[in-house]
């Protein structure tokens, strides 16, 4: 999925499957020093980033409880697919500047 931070893209997250994630910065954002970090625990001292579980950043775009219980009900999601439920409801609304479209969305 495409990650946009204000409304720019600023890289890539993909789950290779349910225990490896990783995290892209986009090459023109990563190498424009004007354009900040998306979060603390994704500094832009490096452009790629592996993890066995979903960043915690993204993590916490999520809802918690009966909150997500509904959203999964309702959108037809595994409540435990974290990177499907982001997919599902992290591309509009979201609190704070981060935004995720599916690639083949512009």
């Known amino acids: 999925m495409k990650i946009y931070r204000n409304g ?23 190498n424009d020093n004007s354009k900040a970090a998306i979060s603390l625990t994704l500094p832009k001292t490096q452009q790629i980033y592996r993890s066995e579980y979903l960043f915690p950043f993204f993590f916490n775009m999520l809802s918690e409880g009966v909150n997500r219980k509904t959203q999964s009900t309702q959108l037809k999601i595994d409540e435990e697919d974290n990177f499907g439920l982001l997919m599902a409801t992290a591309q509009y609304d979201t609190i704070g500047p981060i935004t995720v479209k599916p690639i083949e969305a512009e």
Not at 17 to 26: A, G, I, W
């Open 8 to 30: 720019i893209l600023s890289g890539l997250l993909s789950e290779e499957n349910r225990n490896t994630y990783v995290f892209r910065y986009d090459d023109d954002y990563y």
